[in-house]
């Protein structure tokens, strides 16, 4: 794997990051000045560029391979969100050194992932740097089938995918430096690979009325979906799908507290209105990761709080919030 | 401007980046998971995506309004280098704090950019982190109208914008605090506000058999091109483009040098055809900014160099080279 010499940029790109595609509509990808692609003219273009940083969205000395996979997938999760099927995407990868070893394990993640949905990557950038990624892709939609945030209506059911929380334990997991088992294993897995609920968002793409995914806390994004549809929720705190993991490292406060405000889930979080909820829960058996519905949308009320929290059908007061990279700068 | 508590991630984004944009085609910009597009069905997409990064592409303490030119320009010359139309951008923003006067700056060089060319900022991410902007565009081109850098052949006329070089001299009349009256001026705002040559890539799309932005150095990039081409090409220095500002502060080498190996023009770098050569001629009057024919493009020959330099018709020996960031890394 290990060349004596450190590859230059050119080199990078030709080694670890040019690979021919299966997909015909790249007519042209890496190595010219831009990437030359087709959409299909029934198709509306869907496009997300997240970033991730060492030490802000992965701790320093995280294995390679898993800062391909997350770049990739973070992305990867907010094309699922809007119900589209993932296409294309653009690295840029600002990076202190260039290491073969670190490159190869960083590409493999990234392709491995892409290989998986079909995604071929047709550009980007290499540059001396920080480590910083940014990764944009694009998809496709079915016109007027985009799955926004704005579309929740009172009355909506809510419901999220997977287990909230378990990324943030896993994150806990690493950083605490933990001796878990099998419990921390699967809660460092969670965190280490997150995996995009791109399948799920197809199915959402004609039954919900509104979706993101949850990256900062299911609490504070729950609260961004309310926000862009004009309506309030209420979190039934009883209904929380419950981890099989986090109880066996995690005292129950920090259980609810993972739940509520940890990032890095990239699940689903989605509302279907009511008269479609027979017609989604006749599906759900066959979802995968399972969905669980946690509570409901209701009308705005200027007195009240965004988000309730219900435990026993009571309103309680819960102490969290999503993140913000510059609160309290 | 500056407000007294800094603001957060979201209000980052609310206030100095979320604009409405007159474009039709934005069916969603900012503030869902993506941005949702529509492309015109008879055009094919480009898609370029360059990241700049303080101390590396541009010197610390560069005003923050050259640096959100700087982000965009260096994009929109991608996509002028494709002869595409250009149409929307995201923007990943690392940045070690949230500064209000930093932010003002900075999104009016980009917005200012962006509007000039009617391009609508739909989507990308800010976080916390060392300064790193990545910026993505997307354009269009129609059908088979791509310029490329692969088409060159031999008997080609190689030609190039304005003057390869003021770029890179502006940044050392920086870098060594030069007090360099008008030209040092002239010079300056080469490198600070690098102009996208998206005209002329439009004019060239019908016109030129292959095409690329001069970005690592003329002499490298003309390199790539032919490397691209399956060709080789002889540089004329004596037809260079005369800098009317280098030779007031730089002396003779230093130029050549400045012209044959610095980065950062944002200039393009073309070849036309023999016989297209009197249709493009005729046309060189109006174009902005001017080109200038400054060689041939040649068979490859194994025993030959790729770019063969030639003075007063004979070949002589330039030691330079393009720039990549992981050189002797």
Not at 53 to 62: I, L, N
Not at 200 to 216: E, F, K, N
Not at 295 to 302: C, E, M
Request: hydrophobic residues 45%; glycine residues 10%.
């Amino acid at each position: 794997m290990t060349s004596a010499v450190p590859p230059g940029e050119f080199e990078i790109i030709s080694r670890y990051f040019a690979r021919r595609s299966a997909r015909s509509d790249v007519l042209l990808g890496i190595g010219d000045d831009a990437a030359l692609l087709q959409v299909p003219a029934d198709r509306r273009l869907v496009a997300a560029m997240d970033t991730i940083v060492e030490g802000v969205h992965f701790p320093a000395g995280t294995a390679a391979r898993f800062i391909g996979h997350r770049a990739l997938a973070v992305n990867l999760s907010d094309l699922a969100a809007m119900g589209a099927e993932p296409a294309w995407a653009l690295l840029s990868l600002s990076l202190p050194e260039s290491n073969p070893d670190w490159l190869q394990e960083f590409s493999s993640g990234f392709h491995d992932l892409a290989q998986r949905y079909n995604v071929a990557l047709v550009g980007g950038d290499t540059v001396k740097g920080p480590l910083v990624i940014t990764v944009q892709v694009l998809g496709f939609i079915e016109a007027d089938h985009a799955l926004t945030r704005g579309g929740a209506r009172p009355g909506d059911f809510i419901y999220v995918s997977g287990i909230p929380g378990e990324s943030a334990a896993g994150l806990a997991v690493i950083q605490r430096q933990l001796q878990g088992g099998t419990a921390g294993d699967v809660l460092q897995h969670r965190f280490n690979s997150p995996e995009p609920r791109v399948a799920l968002g197809r199915t959402l793409r004609t039954l919900a009325s509104a979706a993101m995914d949850v990256s900062d806390g299911l609490l504070g994004d729950l609260g961004k979906l309310c926000d862009a549809s004009g309506c309030a929720a209420q979190l039934e705190m009883d209904r929380l799908p419950v981890s099989p993991s986090m109880p066996a490292l995690f005292d129950a406060a920090a259980v609810e507290r993972f739940a509520l405000s940890g990032g890095d889930d990239y699940e689903l979080l989605f509302t279907i209105a009511a008269e479609r909820v027979p017609e989604f829960e006749a599906l759900c058996g066959n979802l995968e990761p399972a969905c669980t519905r946690i509570g409901r949308i209701t009308q705005r009320d200027p007195g009240q709080s965004v988000v309730q929290c219900l435990r026993g059908g009571r309103a309680v007061t819960v102490a969290t919030s999503g993140y913000d990279h510059f609160a309290g700068a």
